[in-house]
């Protein structure tokens, strides 16, 4: 079985930095891309927020980019979002994704999220 837990959410100011961390865990023998969507309240959509792949090659959304900064630790499984000049609208739970191989072949998995609020 794989897991991969969030942490990090939470409330901050605007303008203010936070960052998040997904850890994936589990039988698997390698992770390619990892990333980060997010789900704001009131909207039936979940929008991609950026990724990263095994060998660092990152993709940003338009409206976060210049601001948020993805990485990964390849040694823990385990990817980041450094998130500055936070934006009320920035608001929504903050899901990890990773796509990997198991014994099964590859696949997707999602994380339950973290709720991260921004707001004065």
């Known amino acids: 079985q794989v897991q991969l837990v969030e942490s990090g959410g939470g409330l901050v100011q605007p303008g203010g930095s936070l960052t998040l961390s997904c850890a994936a865990s589990?039988?698997?023998?390698?992770?390619?891309?990892m990333g980060w969507f997010r789900q704001a309240p009131g909207k039936q959509q979940r929008e991609l927020v950026a990724?990263?792949?095994?060998?660092?090659?990152?993709n940003y959304a338009d409206c976060v980019k210049g601001r948020f900064t993805i990485s990964r630790d390849n040694a823990k499984n385990t990817v980041y979002l450094q998130m500055n000049s936070l934006k009320p609208e920035d608001t929504a739970v903050y899901t990890c994704?990773?796509?990997?191989?198991?014994?099964?072949?590859?696949?997707?998995?999602w994380g339950q999220g973290t709720p991260v609020t921004v707001s004065s």
């Open positions: 994704n990773a796509g990997l191989v198991t014994t099964m072949g590859p696949g997707n998995y």
């Open positions: 589990g039988r698997f023998f390698s992770i390619a891309t």
């Open positions: 990724t990263i792949t095994s060998g660092g090659i990152t």
